[in-house]
């Protein structure tokens, strides 16, 4: 029962490097989300997918890309990290609005 | 737009005190789901119930309750006579069926039950 794995659990990133968080699902689910959350904060979406090959925006998708090329990946690229971009990423599938979100375990970055 | 507003930060209760953590939210659609969740300590994010804006009807599962109001657009969870596992950072979610089903969170309430 995998559910939903990310890598990695843990990174450190200097200012100005790249990275991607890998996410992927063994559920089949079409939907599939990353969000952010910040120390003592809630949970902001930041790119969300409806399907392999959509992929669309959330409240905070500045500084991120993603893409959508199978139905079990959902990577999250940070394109010249910034200290604001420190934080835990969650990722998370579903079947639709109409079911719940199952989250990976989190990604702690911290960009110095 | 959508938005979830979970106006209690942090929450002290003594053990065995009941606790209701409130949620209001906003959509202009018809056809949406309400969630909670919780995250513990280790900080993973564990469901806990979804609702349908069609179900006004409470739920009870064991200590926990919901109670749905659509005329005040509130989605509040109690926990009857609390124990200190139920510190947690408590969050609740919206998704409308009508907006590509994505799924947005409140800022989630802060629990904490004191021995």
């Known amino acids: 029962n995998a559910g939903v794995t990310q890598t990695p659990k843990f990174r450190i990133l200097k200012i100005g490097q790249s990275m991607t968080l890998q996410c992927t699902q063994d559920m089949n689910h079409n939907y599939m989300y990353w969000y952010r959350q910040d120390p003592g904060m809630g949970l902001k979406l930041i790119y969300y997918s409806v399907g392999a090959g959509i992929t669309d925006k959330g409240e905070v998708p500045n500084g991120y890309n993603v893409s959508r090329s199978t139905t079990e990946d959902f990577p999250l690229r940070l394109e010249l990290a910034a200290p604001s971009q420190t934080s835990v990423y969650f990722c998370?599938?579903?079947?639709?609005?109409?079911?719940?979100?199952?989250f990976g375990q989190g990604t702690r970055l911290t960009v110095v | 737009a959508q938005k979830v507003t979970q106006a209690q930060t942090e929450i002290s209760v003594v053990e065995k005190e009941d606790v209701t953590l409130d949620c209001v939210y906003e959509t202009r659609d018809t056809t949406y789901y309400l969630f909670w969740y919780k995250q513990p300590p280790s900080g993973e994010l564990v469901f806990l119930i979804r609702?349908?804006?069609?179900?006004?009807q409470n739920e009870i599962s064991g200590r926990y309750s919901w109670n749905f109001q659509k005329s005040t657009s509130s989605f509040n969870f109690t926990i009857t006579a609390s124990q200190v596992v139920d510190s947690a950072v408590y969050f609740c979610a919206l998704s409308d069926l009508d907006r590509d089903d994505k799924i947005i969170f409140g800022k989630g309430t802060r629990l904490h039950i004191l021995p």
């Open positions: 609702r349908n804006s069609f179900d006004e």
């Open positions: 998370a599938s579903s079947g639709g609005g109409r079911t719940e979100a199952f």
